[in-house]
């Protein structure tokens, strides 16, 4: 076991990037979502501001933590965590204060994304893009109105043809959700409620994907799933008969923010990046290939009418009644984890 640890840790730090890219050229370590910055937008920084990108990608807001808090941030300049784990990592000294003059682009945001609880008055974070977790449906291989709730997901039709995140915070979300209770209950009896229910879809769940979920929906393999807006909806536009729902439990509902990791090397080519990122024409660029909402409110009259209408992207508010963002759960955490493990290994 001890071997296995630290062969594994070994790998990991291979992977860690390293000072500088080239003799003299300044460089970013970006460390991000899969498939979550258009590469056109990096080689347009880079050709603008000369400076050099180098994107290293996770899956889960786990493991981005797991490795950051391993290594103390060191090896990255800017990473791209959820809401709840800005406010743990703001928690244990994990981030650095931004500095706002070097950000004017800050003020394009929209102020109803800023000055959440996870981080008062935006110290450590700026939002990148925000969404909903919710159901995506195969309308070719079931029935439109087959599912309006999380609750659909145990019927018996969709056994062995369901697609859960790899995320442990949206799986128990789930089974939270479909019993009356917050994604953000911390009563343990609760938490062991939602696992019991969740253990009797499992039986249903054919593949757990975080990197790129729509693709199963799109090859067949999966006829229904629960994944983030922004993949439901570059399915959609790829074949019209993948639907996107928003349950009736309430979806859940997320932002995901620009921090800089304690450790960063570059912190003033950060900077120079978030703000790049913060221009209208920018923020309008992303939002229309990934698909997700823009937090930027100085973006929003320029996007295609289609996308700024279209509600798989931009939810009203309709859509997102009952919805919650996820908050830091602090030690109640532990139980949390303890119940996935258990869902994840079959016990």
């Known amino acids: 076991m001890m071997k296995t640890f630290f062969t594994a840790l070994a790998a990991l730090l291979l992977l860690t990037p390293g000072a500088s890219f080239a003799s003299g050229g300044k460089v970013l370590y970006l460390f991000n979502w899969s498939e979550y910055m258009p590469r056109e937008i990096l080689e347009q920084f880079t050709e603008e501001a000369g400076v050099k990108v180098v994107e290293t990608t996770y899956d889960s807001n786990e493991a981005m933590y797991a490795k950051l808090k391993l290594l103390q941030g060191d090896g990255y300049d800017l990473a791209v965590p959820s809401a709840e784990y800005v406010s743990r990592m703001r928690k244990e000294g994990l981030l650095v204060p931004l500095n706002k003059t ?73 089974g939270l959700k479909t019993l009356g209770y917050s994604i953000n209950d911390m009563d343990p009896a609760h938490i062991e409620e939602a696992y019991a229910l969740l253990k009797k879809l499992m039986p249903s769940v054919k593949i757990f994907d975080s990197g790129n979920p729509k693709q199963a929906l799109l090859n067949g393999e999966a006829g229904a799933a629960v994944l983030w807006n922004g993949e439901a909806y570059v399915a959609n536009q790829e074949n019209s008969a993948i639907a996107y729902i928003y349950p009736k439990e309430g979806a859940l509902k997320w932002v995901d923010n620009m921090v800089i990791p304690k450790g960063a090397k570059h912190v003033e080519e950060a900077h120079a990046f978030i703000n790049y990122i913060l221009r209208p024409d920018v923020a309008v660029a992303i939002s229309e290939e990934l698909g997700y909402a823009t937090p930027n409110a100085a973006a929003m009259p320029l996007l295609p009418q289609e996308l700024r209408e279209n509600p798989i992207a931009y939810p009203t508010p309709d859509d997102l009644r009952n919805s919650e963002y996820e908050n830091d759960l602090g030690p109640v955490l532990a139980l949390y984890e303890k119940a996935w493990t258990r869902l994840k290994t079959g016990n």
């Open 102 to 174: 070097l950000l004017p682009n800050f003020k394009n945001l929209d102020p109803k994304l800023l000055n959440e609880a996870f981080d008062p008055d935006n110290v450590f974070s700026v939002p990148y893009m925000w969404g909903t977790t919710g159901v995506s449906l195969n309308t070719g291989k079931f029935p439109a109105d087959s599912v309006s709730g999380y609750a659909d997901l145990w019927k018996p039709e969709f056994k062995g043809s369901l697609l859960l995140p790899d995320e442990m915070r949206s799986v128990m979300g789930i």
